[in-house]
């Protein structure tokens, strides 16, 4: 069979990770992951793939929605301290199920498989897929723009070089997962330089009495409950990652101790960065200059660092392949996981027999995200990447709800206090609802459609286990050519 027999249908049972699905590789030499991932490499995989292009090209948009400078600030506060409480959430539910696969395992283990599955097929051929590609052409037009100076670049230029960017991520990562994690370390640390780098150059602008942005801070503010919605899905877009080592728990060091405080060392500290980063903009420039300026790190390299402006640009293109690695790192561990629950073709939960790294998953991932490149008729579906992401993040807190209330004897090693995940869950609903009920568009339409179409597939391949043979032979092929095994979980 192509397809593992192997879900989980009771909401109850499917709850407690000790009666997972069972294995059947059992008495057999195992195949697994390594565990590779340490506290330094799992505060790069978070901080690395939070700080992408967001907090270079996002605050100009908060401050557009929010009106001044002080409730854009709040806005980025807000985002932040939002971000912290639903990756403490996540923690207690990665001591609780400690699965690889993120919200797709945690919505398999508490509502079953029907959800898992809309979840799974959203995620591993749109939401994944379409942020990467997004990512890697930002990446793209900053690497491309010192060779066209004074004009735009061509749109063919800028698509091979997002498309080259991720053929090298596909290989890193398929090469070996020290080395993918080797390349987040370096291009973290990066990043973090070049964000002290305008922090630093901030306060010696505040220093130097460059405080005309702060004063009546507050005149102006937009106080639309749609308006402010999309402020702040603006700023979340920055710090979208915080969920990204709940991906890879299979693959952490100890994931009962390192998940926990990777989380309380990379979120805060990504915040404060954020916060810093915003108020140096707002002493280089005025809210107005801020507003017109296309590539707002840009414009503040030319007007505090004059001839030394490339190194702006240097650094958003290396903070955004930083992201891009980390992106593409835990989302080829979506379609692995899947994949080996039952909900994608059977060779997408195999490893390579000697690398030990999902290679499969990996290259199904790149083929959707460069096709995604190619087409270019992605972007109106990463505008409302958030829409969806919120909307399985509240269906994932509302399942550690479930389990603190109904469940509160299973074995964990860091308990959240209640308030915080019903405070999450509060968020994630009025992000949903908020901007549909203020101004609807069409698109988030097309948006719920694409989710439900998922029904199309899960009742004849998953649910009634209809297989065609003449996959068994392709997979078999596939075997053979990418040299890969089934895996077995980590037995944590």
Not at 117 to 136: H, K, N, Q, W
Request: proline share 5%.
């Amino acid at each position: 069979s192509t397809m593992r027999e192997r879900m989980t249908t009771d909401p109850v049972q499917s709850a407690d990770p000790l009666h997972s699905s069972t294995d059947p590789s059992e008495g057999k030499e195992k195949l697994r992951l390594k565990q590779e991932v340490g506290l330094i490499s799992g505060v790069s995989l978070i901080a690395g793939t939070m700080i992408g292009s967001g907090i270079f090209m996002s605050p100009e948009w908060v401050l557009h929605h929010m009106g001044n400078p002080a409730s854009s600030l709040l806005i980025w506060a807000a985002c932040g301290l939002l971000a912290t409480f639903g990756a403490l959430s996540y923690a207690e539910l990665g001591t609780i199920i400690k699965e690889s696969g993120g919200e797709y395992i945690y919505i398999l283990r508490i509502f079953g498989s029907f959800p898992a599955f809309i979840f799974a097929y959203t995620s591993v051929i749109l939401v994944r897929p379409a942020g990467l590609a997004a990512v890697c052409l930002s990446f793209a037009e900053y690497a491309v723009a010192p060779f066209y100076p004074g004009c735009s670049s061509p749109q063919v230029v800028v698509k091979c070089t997002a498309a080259a960017c991720i053929l090298i991520l596909t290989i890193i990562n398929c090469l070996n997962v020290r080395l993918a994690t080797s390349v987040m370390n370096i291009f973290t640390a990066a990043k973090l330089l070049a964000l002290l780098v305008i922090v630093v150059g901030g306060l010696v602008l505040l220093a130097n009495g460059q405080t005309q942005s702060f004063q009546n801070g507050f005149q102006g503010t937009t106080a639309g409950i749609g308006t402010v919605g999309v402020a702040f899905y603006q700023g979340l877009w920055s710090y979208d990652g915080w969920n990204n080592l709940n991906y890879v728990t299979e693959e952490l060091k100890k994931p009962e101790v390192t998940l926990p405080r990777a989380l309380m060392i990379a979120i805060p500290l990504v915040t404060c960065l954020y916060l810093l980063v915003n108020v140096s903009y707002l002493a280089a420039m005025t809210p107005s200059e801020l507003l017109s300026s296309g590539a707002v790190a840009v414009t503040w390299g030319d007007k505090v660092l004059g001839s030394w402006a490339w190194l702006i640009s240097l650094s958003v293109a290396l903070s955004t392949f930083g992201s891009s690695n980390g992106t593409f790192f835990s989302g080829g561990r979506v379609c692995y996981i899947a994949a080996r629950e039952g909900h994608m073709p059977d060779i997408l939960s195999m490893a390579h027999v000697r690398r030990l790294t999902p290679s499969p998953a990996l290259l199904f991932t790149s083929a959707m995200s460069l096709i995604m490149i190619i087409s270019g008729n992605f972007s109106s579906i990463v505008n409302f990447f958030s829409f969806m992401a919120w909307l399985f993040y509240g269906m994932t807190i509302s399942g550690l709800l479930y389990l603190k209330i109904k469940k509160p004897e299973l074995p964990r090693s860091y308990k959240v206090p209640i308030i915080i995940p019903i405070i999450v869950l509060v968020a994630a609903v009025y992000l949903v609802l908020a901007p549909i009920i203020d101004q609807p568009q069409i698109e988030i339409l097309y948006i719920i459609l694409f989710i439900f179409s998922g029904i199309i597939f899960y009742f004849p391949l998953v649910h009634f286990k209809y297989h065609p043979h003449c996959l068994q032979r392709v997979t078999l092929h596939l075997q053979l050519l990418l040299e890969v095994a089934a895996t077995t979980r980590d037995a944590n």
